[in-house]
């Protein structure tokens, strides 16, 4: 029997002193968004809450560590190529670690960026034209900063 009950995700947009966030590409061979850019999370484990899995996604996908949660930047409902519905809830976030140098996932990223907000075009590489969500996100993430004045 399938669950018809939207996977929850939780997605951490990490901002470094400078003010920008990071990204990084999915793999070639990853199933939903192929070689597109993306920040960092995953789906909730079962009985998981969302602070818990937003620190066990940034240790996995980055080796750093979740310092502190600045401020929640939206909740997101969509559908997959899988025909899954998720809802992720993004955070705005610092993290303790080298940040020049973070341990991405073997063979779920291939490369990272670290982005200000002039630069978010990137994010449109290997997206269809409607999936416009990574950038959506993007733009409120540096709203979200803005409006922290940090």
């Known amino acids: 029997m399938v669950s018809t009950e939207p996977l929850r995700c939780a997605g951490a947009l990490i901002v470094d002193d400078d003010g920008r966030i990071f990204f990084q590409r999915r793999s ?40 502190h949660v600045l401020v929640q930047v939206g909740e997101y409902t ?46 449109d590489e290997h997206r269809d034209v409607n999936d416009g969500l990574i950038r959506r996100i993007a733009d409120e993430g540096f709203a979200a900063l803005r409006s922290t004045g940090l």
């Open 78 to 123: 969509y559908v997959g190529d899988d025909g899954l519905t998720r809802i992720e809830y993004d955070f705005l976030v610092r993290v303790d670690g080298d940040l020049d140098h973070p341990r991405l996932e073997a063979g779920k990223h291939t490369e990272y960026r670290w982005l200000a907000e002039h630069e978010l075009s990137v994010l």
């Open 28 to 67: 070639p061979h990853r199933r939903l968004f192929p070689n597109c850019w993306d920040v960092v999370g995953g789906h909730l484990e079962p009985g998981e809450d969302i602070d818990t899995a937003l620190r066990r996604e940034i240790t996995e996908e980055t080796g750093w560590s979740l310092s």
